[in-house]
């Protein structure tokens, strides 16, 4: 009988995550701004990182440990501190970018594949709010009697989900046409994913003294 019930639950997991991922966040939108000024290569590796860091949370939902971390008080706090500093310092390299003219194209070179990857890693192992995502996906898809391999097969599945969508921002603005428009708007995309990052940072950091 459960086995019948998973494909539906499935379903309706995957939707809820794919909703989710292509929902305008820090996450798509910094894949957006390196896709447009550094080329596809790099957004793709950042995109990469992204569903890596998302999937570090569905597996560790899948095998039940993101649970007792949630329960962890102390360790919820200390995320959401470190979560808030990550936030706060992509707020202010967007921004330093932002007040600097004419700085599209020049530094491809100093973002290296290794900190493209690291950084779209980290936007995700530092977000508090990916541990109960993946707890309600995981709980959505399974059914309680269900065993611990059905739960990991619905992360797989989530992360082919993540690949595509966060892979398919990547390449649409990565394209020429997209990158010429995008240098009449550099400036003021940096300035709005300064603010975005500075606002995420600041709801986290609220959300942790609220606890502590």
């Known amino acids: 009988m459960i086995p ?5 639950d499935l379903a309706l997991a995957c939707s809820a995550y794919l909703l989710g991922a292509a929902s305008p966040g820090p996450s ?8 447009m000024e550094d080329g596809r290569r790099a ?12 999937l570090f949370w569905g597996v560790m939902a899948a095998l ?3 649970a007792i971390l949630a329960e962890s008080a102390t360790a919820l706090l200390f995320m959401k501190f470190a ?10 390299r967007s921004a ?21 990857l690291l950084r779209g890693l980290g936007m995700h192992l530092t977000n508090p709010k990916a541990i109960f995502v993946w707890l309600s996906i995981v709980a959505l898809a399974m059914p309680p009697q269900a065993a611990t391999a059905d739960a990991l097969k619905v992360v797989a599945t ?17 394209q020429a046409m997209v990158r010429t428009a995008y240098l009449k708007i550099r400036r003021p995309l940096e300035g709005l994913l ?4 500075a606002y995420a940072g600041w709801r986290v950091l609220q959300s942790g003294l609220r606890h502590s």
């Open 96 to 116: 330093r970018s932002a007040a600097t003219p004419g700085a599209t194209g020049k530094r491809v070179a100093a973002k290296s594949a290794g900190s493209l």
């Open 194 to 197: 300064a603010a975005v990052f």
């Open 83 to 92: 979560a808030a500093l990550y936030l706060f310092w992509l707020a202010f």
């Open 28 to 35: 798509n939108l910094a894949i957006m701004a390196v896709a």
């Open 4 to 8: 019948s019930t998973i494909p539906v």
């Open 158 to 174: 989530c992360g082919v989900l993540g690949l595509a969508v966060f892979g398919g921002y990547a390449l649409l603005f990565s």
């Open 43 to 54: 957004a793709l590796t950042l995109a990469l990182g992204v569903v890596l860091g998302s």
């Open 64 to 66: 039940g440990l993101s």
